[in-house]
């Protein structure tokens, strides 16, 4: 049943226009309103949408409001409209229209439904593709790209996109034998009985669809060629397929020539290999500390963002990036931060990523990716890198997707240890000085650079230590692991499992006052890098 144009008003002067509703004063049936009836019968997964037609938007006291301000020909309007829908488009649409009374005014609401994706495009026939079709992202009708078209005509399986096209001008023998081999590398790891890890390479490559035959003879398609290829045949076929990992003094880009970059590294090989060695570059760049895993006597080192969720915003941003356009993958390592970012927006609204879909840009590609767990499943990579930094305690990850530079971006925050990054640089050398830093432990689990190995016998304790214990037996640990090195309390509390607020009010601050536990810096309570020792410890140190 169709929605009322009061109701419709209501919920405009409530949360303004939503992707599902848009307000026009709309005099006569013109272009722009066409175009948003397009945009709604395309918009994937949206159903539909609602035109509120004879509406105004104004500004009252500093807020967006809608009036209801008439149409002055409501019957010749709802005729206009119908035949455009009729006879300009591609495909005949036939929205369902009712009139409304609105405080003495006629107001025309028009709902169009979704069209089936096998009607999908649907498009302005005097324009034609691509840009005469129209999505509706967010509360804007957008001119519809060739990217734009392959997720519109997308169902449950992936259909032929850009990377299953053939490449005339290239052959076999310009593929990467390292590159294949880097494959059936991978695959074994995950499932060395893959039945295709038995075939021949050129029957491995049609298997994957990176290859095909055209008249008895073997070429490489554009994913064979991004996968496998080597690096005269990527410059020569696809000049910025390459990724560069940019190392940036501060937390700004500044155009400063003289002191701009602290390291950059430009990768042109196979995608597999690129991954490879910017994922390395990238964890040997981080400041790491040391994790104890639950159950576990022994501490792991780990990189302060999350292994996990720069991989696989690593591995989004060379698998599903737009190669039609001249210009490279690019990752950012600021001091506090690390950006990725690749053309092409993306396929989704911000709002659905994480959620399983079928939009891709380059399914065999990204297919390859999750083969080898290089990437996660189909359309679950996002929730992956959101769910590991939230374990880890990092901030949450931020996702931009910008339309018109053509671009999305992807940012990973370092931990905030009380109110300062978690990392703090070191003044750089000379030009051949790489970067060097300190670091803070990250405050949810990851301990710092001093607790490198955890005594056996001190593990040994913590695991006597877990759940409800007498005080005097937690206080008895807290002056074993304060007698090994001095710790905060951020690293006492993840030892210990325990709360840190409960531990610091309950324990530390009395073991302090009774003069148990020294501070480490005693002449300011509130340094940033506080910790408790013994006394005998701090008099020695």
């Known amino acids: 049943m169709m929605r009322s144009a009061v109701e419709l008003l209501r919920e405009l002067n409530l949360v303004d226009e939503s992707p599902g509703i848009e307000a026009k004063r709309a005099s006569e049936a013109g272009k722009s309103l066409l175009e948003t009836v397009i945009a709604f019968a395309n918009e994937p997964g949206l159903g539909g949408g609602y ?42 649409l036939r929205p369902q229209v009712r009139v409304d009374d609105v405080e003495g005014q006629t107001v025309l609401v028009v709902f169009v439904p979704e069209v089936a994706t096998a009607d999908k495009p649907v498009y302005l026939q005097a324009t034609g593709l691509p840009r005469g079709a129209f999505r509706r992202i967010g509360t804007t009708d957008q001119r519809c790209t060739d990217d734009d078209l392959w997720a519109l005509r997308q169902v449950d399986e992936p259909q032929p996109g850009f990377d299953a096209k053939v490449v005339d001008d290239c052959d076999i023998e310009e593929l990467d034998p390292a590159a294949i081999a880097e494959y059936r590398r991978l695959r074994t790891l995950v499932n060395p009985q893959a039945d295709e890890l038995s075939y021949p390479d050129e029957e491995l490559l049609e298997a994957l669809l990176a290859a095909r035959r055209i008249k008895g003879e073997l070429k490489p398609t554009v994913a064979g060629v991004l996968l496998f290829g080597k690096p005269l045949t990527l410059r020569r076929l696809f000049t910025t397929a390459e990724v560069s990992y940019v190392r940036v003094v501060g937390t700004e880009w500044v155009a400063d020539p003289e002191r701009r970059f602290a390291a950059t590294l430009d990768v042109r090989k196979a995608a597999l290999l690129t991954f490879r060695q910017i994922a390395a570059a990238i964890e ?53 931060r690390i950006e990725f970012i690749n053309t092409g927006y993306s396929l989704k609204p911000v709002s659905e990523l994480g959620r399983a879909g079928p939009a891709q840009r380059n399914p065999i590609l990204a297919s390859v990716f999750r083969d080898v767990e290089i990437a996660e499943a189909k359309g679950s990579g996002i929730r992956t890198i959101r769910r590991v930094c939230e374990d880890y305690g990092c901030p949450p990850p931020e996702f931009i997707s910008d339309r018109q530079s053509g671009t999305f971006t992807t940012i990973l925050r370092l931990p905030v240890i009380e109110g300062k990054a978690a990392e703090v640089e070191k003044p750089q050398g000379g030009d051949s000085a790489g970067p060097s830093h300190q670091h803070e432990p ?7 650079d001093p607790l490198a190995t955890l005594p056996f016998e001190l593990a040994t304790l913590l695991a006597t230590l877990k759940g409800r214990v007498p005080s005097q037996a937690l206080r008895s640990g807290i002056l074993s692991l304060c007698a090994w090195h001095a710790l905060t309390a951020d690293e006492l509390a993840t030892l210990l499992q325990r709360d840190r607020h409960y531990l610091r009010n309950k324990h530390l601050i009395p073991m302090v006052r ?27 140190g």
Do not use: W
């Not at 037609?53 to 309007?77: C, I, M, N, W």
């Not at 040997?284 to 040391?290: R, S, V």
């Not at 941003?317 to 210009?327: D, E, G, K, T």
């Not at 536990?517 to 309570?525: G, I, M, Q, T």
């Open 51 to 92: 035109l509120l037609l004879g509406v105004e938007r104004f500004a009252s006291t500093g807020k967006t409001q809608y009036r209801a301000v008439g149409v002055t020909h409501p019957d010749k309007l709802q005729a206009d409209l119908a035949s455009q829908c009729a006879t300009m488009l591609n495909i005949s």
């Open 284 to 336: 040997d760049d981080l400041p790491k500390g040391f994790y104890l895993p639950p159950d576990s006597m022994q501490s792991l080192q780990e990189p302060l963002v999350p292994r996990k969720a720069f991989r696989e915003a690593l591995a989004n941003a060379i698998s599903h990036r737009s190669y039609r356009f001249n210009q490279p993958t690019i990752v950012v390592r600021y001091s506090d």
């Open 442 to 448: 990250d405050s949810h689990q990851l301990l710092g």
């Open 514 to 540: 009774d003069g148990e536990l020294a501070l480490r810096f005693p002449e300011n309570p509130n340094h940033p890098r506080q910790a408790y020792t013994l006394r005998s410890e701090l008099s020695r």
